[in-house]
């Protein structure tokens, strides 16, 4: 999708919590492929929420880690940590609307809940909280959470890599939380502020966020923002089959830059996303040319449960 001035946007958003790995650099070099084989603008957001776990020192090495392998950006947008003035204008919308009620559980019920889970592994909230009266709420002493109604509406959508895809707002997400207890606004609110007011045309990022789109969605009509497209690629997994986090210290960028050219590692996840006949080093420029979202999409329908890296990045 390309905004009215026909230039594509698009942006990538880690959340500087630790050392950049190879499962999150996935996801940026193919949101940064995509945006510059069409010529488009690149928008780079720090999403740093969880401020417990958030420091500077790791987005500045973020950055630093892009910047080496080539991947550049036209824009750095506010980190979400300093954006709570605008979501909070958004979350009065929602609330004047008469879309917000307070939620009081517990984290113990809500853990205990036996209503089935969303496609995301969370559970779907039954509405315990949905129509308490003023008298109940304020029974109860403690500050509430707050979720925003959804109606029993299925929204459909193809995503760019997984394909066709569709859940029911009632039913398989539920009412969901918007801002939490303790005033902290949560992802699903955050994001689709910050891409609408960016004007990101294209969102991409692991599968595993794939059941975040309905709610979404659901924001993205209620603010009026234009949906973008989404691409949600298979999860990066280490060699050996398991799941990357940022405690795979062997995977780290910081690690892998001490180890190989950059043009190597290019090389590798160029092969890995199906971009590439091999796994031989290659510039960035070069792997732009060679892009595709149907070479990644075959490569997904292949590889459901994952893309192993190549066990060279850890023999190195």
Same mark, same amino acid.
């Given at each position: 999708?390309?905004?009215?001035?026909?230039?594509?946007?698009?942006?990538? $958003?880690?959340?500087?919590?630790?050392?950049?790995?190879?499962?999150?650099?996935?996801?940026?070099?193919? $949101?940064? &492929?995509?945006?510059?084989?069409?010529?488009?603008?690149?928008?780079?957001?720090?999403?740093?929420?969880?401020?417990?776990?958030?420091?500077?020192?790791? *987005?500045?090495?973020?950055?630093?880690?892009?910047?080496?392998?080539?991947?550049?950006?036209? !824009?750095?947008?506010?980190?979400?940590?300093?954006? @709570?003035?605008?979501?909070?204008?958004?979350?009065?919308?929602?609330?004047?609307?008469?879309? &917000?009620?307070?939620?009081?559980?517990?984290?113990?019920?809500?853990? $205990?809940?036996?209503?089935?889970?969303?496609?995301?592994?969370?559970?779907?909230?039954?509405?315990?909280?949905?129509?308490?009266?003023?008298?109940?709420?304020?029974? =109860?002493?403690?500050? +509430? *959470?707050?979720?925003?109604?959804?109606?029993?509406?299925?929204?459909? =959508?193809?995503?760019?890599?997984?394909?066709?895809?569709?859940?029911?707002?009632?039913?398989?997400?539920?009412? =969901?939380?918007?801002?939490? *207890?303790? @005033?902290?606004?949560?992802?699903?609110?955050?994001?689709?502020?910050?891409?609408?007011?960016?004007?990101?045309?294209?969102?991409?990022?692991?599968?595993?966020?794939?059941?975040?789109?309905?709610?979404?969605?659901?924001?993205?009509?209620?603010? @009026?923002?234009?949906?973008?497209?989404?691409?949600?690629?298979?999860?990066?997994?280490?060699?050996?089959?398991?799941?990357?986090?940022?405690?795979?210290?062997?995977?780290? &960028?910081?690690?892998?830059?001490?180890?190989?050219?950059?043009?190597?590692?290019?090389?590798?996840?160029?092969?890995?996303?199906?971009?590439?006949?091999?796994?031989? $080093?290659?510039?960035?420029?070069?792997?732009?040319?060679?892009?595709?979202?149907?070479?990644?999409?075959?490569?997904?329908?292949?590889? +459901?449960?994952?893309?192993?890296?190549?066990?060279?990045?850890? !023999?190195?």
């Amino acid at each position: 999708m390309r905004m009215e001035n026909g230039q594509i946007v698009g942006r990538f $958003a880690p959340t500087p919590s630790g050392q950049m790995h190879l499962g999150n650099l996935f996801a940026g070099l193919l $949101a940064w &492929l995509s945006v510059r084989s069409q010529g488009g603008k690149m928008i780079l957001r720090m999403e740093d929420l969880d401020a417990e776990r958030c420091r500077e020192a790791y *987005a500045d090495s973020i950055r630093r880690d892009l910047l080496w392998l080539g991947l550049d950006w036209d !824009e750095e947008t506010q980190p979400q940590s300093q954006r @709570g003035e605008i979501y909070q204008r958004y979350f009065v919308g929602l609330k004047e609307r008469g879309l &917000l009620y307070p939620c009081y559980c517990t984290r113990s019920q809500l853990h $205990a809940i036996g209503a089935p889970h969303s496609s995301d592994g969370t559970y779907v909230y039954p509405g315990t909280c949905r129509d308490l009266t003023p008298e109940a709420q304020g029974s =109860f002493g403690r500050r +509430p *959470a707050w979720r925003v109604r959804v109606p029993d509406e299925t929204v459909f =959508f193809t995503d760019g890599v997984q394909g066709a895809y569709q859940e029911n707002l009632l039913k398989d997400c539920g009412d =969901f939380v918007v801002r939490r *207890a303790d @005033g902290i606004f949560v992802y699903q609110l955050a994001v689709v502020v910050d891409d609408g007011l960016a004007g990101v045309s294209e969102v991409v990022r692991g599968a595993d966020l794939l059941g975040s789109v309905a709610r979404q969605m659901y924001l993205q009509r209620l603010f @009026g923002f234009v949906k973008p497209e989404y691409y949600h690629i298979p999860m990066a997994l280490a060699p050996d089959g398991r799941r990357l986090s940022k405690r795979d210290g062997d995977l780290s &960028l910081a690690a892998l830059r001490q180890k190989m050219p950059k043009e190597k590692l290019l090389g590798f996840l160029g092969f890995a996303a199906g971009l590439l006949p091999s796994s031989e $080093a290659i510039s960035v420029e070069e792997l732009t040319k060679a892009f595709s979202w149907e070479k990644v999409a075959r490569i997904a329908k292949e590889n +459901p449960e994952g893309l192993r890296l190549p066990p060279e990045l850890i !023999e190195v």
